[in-house]
């Protein structure tokens, strides 16, 4: 029997097991795919943490503000490159506007937007998405003080690809420069920049290169070192664009960082239902075992605790027909909490449907909105299958998810 399974591989879970098997708990991560990690643009947001805890039902306002510095500190632990600052940093999107973050990488951090100097874009040869031009003219109007100009590149290791015309995504980029040809290559296109940008007298001038799809400074699926390579140059890297590279790195890294504190993982595994105890009028009901299908078995898994961190809408958590009594959480059968209306016609308003999920109690145990009591007394619900928050137009998405999954694995 586990001490917990953790039912989920986005960001909230991973957490949630990763502390766990920290804390010397016997944890079991069941997860059918990738989750909504891919869609990491290596920045966590934590919004107006004071504002929003002040909400009735946010889920922020469970916790402690001590619980919500623990996590952050937390991710700075088990990923020393993030840095976190008294007030929001700044990093460039893919379009090379200026976004705020609460914790992102040392590379991606923006430098003062009043500094004299140079930005030199590196365009790689048929990058999907990926449109120089806006950035150029966004980067010049972000940072009046800085002449911007482009650099395009051709990488061997891709030449056939975009021969023939193919597309080359991020991640497929990201996988060259961390390997050590690609490297050496890029060592090389910033060693011609910054011999063509030296000053008159010789001195380089403060020139800074601006790269999508870099992903220098996690640690790669082997468990070997980042990638440390010293470029002549800063490097600035500019955050993901969906495929993400930041999210396919960081889930490859908090995977196996997982596994070799000693937890254990079942992919391609989909919960499918639940064996517990009918409980009574005065104690809640226990979980026991978790169903699951998977490689076309059905298997039960036995655990003290569960942790349900499946999602929400979008991550496919929670299932939705076409009539709205259709709507329902699909492995513990739990209660949702389901907005009266369900969209604003205004495309960038606050929607409804997203404040959809379980609610909870303090523990994280989830209630039934009709009465408040506790449905499961053992389960813990995590990320964005919590309700009554936005992570869009709160941008709270990281700081809820992993405020919530750190919070639950000290309840082990």
Not at 45 to 61: F, M, T
Not at 96 to 118: I, W, Y
Not at 320 to 333: P, Q, S, W
């Amino acid at each position: 029997m586990w001490d917990a399974v953790v039912v989920g591989g986005g960001l909230a879970g991973w957490i949630a097991g990763i502390r766990a098997t920290q804390r010397g708990k016997k944890v079991l991560l069941v997860t059918e795919g990738v989750g909504t990690l891919f869609y990491f643009s290596g920045i966590f947001d934590y919004g107006d943490v004071e504002g929003l805890s002040s909400l009735p039902k946010h889920p922020y306002s469970l916790f402690k503000a001590q619980v919500i510095a623990q996590g952050k500190r937390f991710i700075q632990e088990i990923c020393p490159e993030y840095v976190m600052k008294d007030l929001p940093q700044s990093a460039l999107t893919v379009l090379g506007t200026v976004r705020q973050g609460d914790l992102m990488p040392r590379s991606m951090v923006l430098p003062d937007r009043q500094e004299q100097g140079k930005f030199v874009l590196l365009v790689p040869d048929g990058l999907k998405d990926f449109f120089p031009e806006i950035v150029v003219d966004n980067l010049a109007r972000e940072f009046p003080g800085r002449q911007v100009s482009v650099k395009r590149i051709q990488v061997e290791a891709l030449a056939e690809w975009t021969r023939v015309g193919k597309s080359v995504t991020s991640i497929d980029y990201a996988s060259v420069w961390r390997s050590e040809e690609g490297q050496r290559a890029l060592a090389r296109e910033i060693d011609q920049i910054k011999s063509e940008h030296q000053t008159v007298g010789g001195s380089p001038s403060k020139t800074v290169v601006v790269l999508p799809s870099l992903v220098r400074e996690y640690i790669d699926s082997s468990r070997s070192k980042p990638c440390k390579n010293e470029f002549s140059l800063p490097v600035l890297e500019m955050s993901s664009f969906v495929p993400s590279p930041h999210g396919r790195y960081f889930a490859e890294y908090l995977k196996h960082l997982f596994t070799d504190l000693g937890g254990e993982l079942m992919i391609g595994a989909r919960a499918v239902g639940i064996k517990g105890d009918s409980g009574s009028d005065s104690q809640p009901k226990a979980c026991q075992e978790l169903v699951v299908d998977s490689m076309g078995k059905s298997s039960n898994l036995k655990g003290k605790k569960f942790i349900l961190a499946t999602g929400g809408l979008l991550g496919g958590g929670i299932r939705v027909g076409i009539a709205r009594k259709t709507i329902r959480e699909g492995v513990f059968e739990l209660p949702l909490f389901v907005p009266e209306k369900w969209s604003e016609p205004q495309f960038l308003a606050p929607q409804p449907f997203a404040q959809l999920g379980v609610e909870t109690d303090e523990l994280l145990r989830p209630l039934n909105p009709a009465g408040g009591q506790v449905v499961w007394d053992n389960v813990h619900v995590v990320g964005r299958m919590l309700a009554h928050w936005d992570p869009w137009t709160q941008r709270c998405g990281g700081g809820v998810s992993v405020t919530s999954g750190y919070a639950a694995a000290e309840l082990i």
